[in-house]
């Protein structure tokens, strides 16, 4: 398959591109700042946006985002809106920074367990943040949409030093053009052997071992996938073979497809909002099906609210 000799180089190239815009440390009004690891000398942070009236007492549901950059940059600012909506609707929602290679010089393994050690502190801390530790969703676009899906079924990559009887596996996942086939699918998708040796010296082990696809099995948390049928970067194709696998094994698995919207058609700012609206919208009502939010979604008074 042609397009598989694209997807993994423009994975890089249009990530980094659509992610570096936004400032890195971001500086994100209204959010508490904590430190929920340390690697590699870097204090790594989770923002915090809190609903209205929030208590330490309650027992809300949460979600953290994990930004595109294809493992090499971005930014933690990239899903501030998404998670002002959803603490708008009552969620304690979090936006994550973790490590990259531009800064760190790590590979992929270390966005993976930085990833679960951010899902462990959460439900380490659950009582603290006012968080059922129950009801706590990771979500991501692109690289982070891989990242957040590797978390929910990649077994490993766990830091050391940590509590692993606290489970670092997140109870629902939201997943924006996620990379979620790393490694070839015999007689459905194919990677050439030296693309797949460039993916492997990024990914820092062989690419099936970090691929959500591959480690697709029963049991794996309810899962929604936004994404656009014009996409480049990360073929359609890819997240259409994962949702039937998905399905296969009998889990619950949503692909929403939006023709003919490119990669990062979801981000706040773009296209007047209106994919960002489309998208929160069926956010919104997944997570009322799970129970984990109440009433119609307030999409449309949100975005209206961040113009005045």
Known sequence: MKTSLIVFCSLMAVCVTNAAKPKYPPELP??????????????????????????????????VFFFGGGW???????????????????????????????????????????????????????????????????????????????????????AKGEDHEVSSVPNALLLFNPAVV????????????????????????QAEKLSPYHHVRKGLPPTIIFHG???????????????????????????????GQPHGFFNWGRGGNSSFRKTMTSTDQFLSKLGWIKGKPTIDAFVKSQAN
Not at 41 to 53: G, M, S, Y
Not at 110 to 122: F, M, N, T, Y
């Open 72 to 158: 090499r940059s971005g930014t933690p600012g990239q899903f501030e809106k998404q998670c002002q909506y959803l603490a708008s609707r009552g969620m304690v929602a979090m936006t994550a920074d973790y490590r990259v290679s531009s800064r760190q010089q790590t590979k992929a393994t270390a966005c993976v367990e930085d990833g679960k050690s951010a899902v462990r502190w959460i439900r380490a801390n659950a009582g603290k943040l006012g968080v059922d530790p129950t009801r706590i969703a990771a979500g991501g676009g692109s690289a982070g949409g891989h990242v957040a899906a590797a978390i929910g079924m990649v077994t490993g990559f766990e």
């Open 229 to 259: 049928t014009n996409d480049s970067a990360v073929p359609y194709r890819t997240v259409e073979l994962f949702e039937q696998r998905m399905k296969e094994e009998g889990n619950s698995c949503k692909l929403v497809g939006y023709e």
């Open 182 to 205: 790393l490694a070839p699918i015999p007689g459905k998708f194919e990677v050439p052997d030296d693309k797949a040796a460039s993916l492997m010296e990024r990914m820092g082990v």
């Open 30 to 63: 209204g959010a508490e700042e904590t430190v929920y690891k340390t690697a590699s000398e870097t204090a790594l942070k989770l923002w915090i946006f809190q609903p209205k009236n929030h208590k330490q007492t309650d027992q809300r549901p949460a979600v």
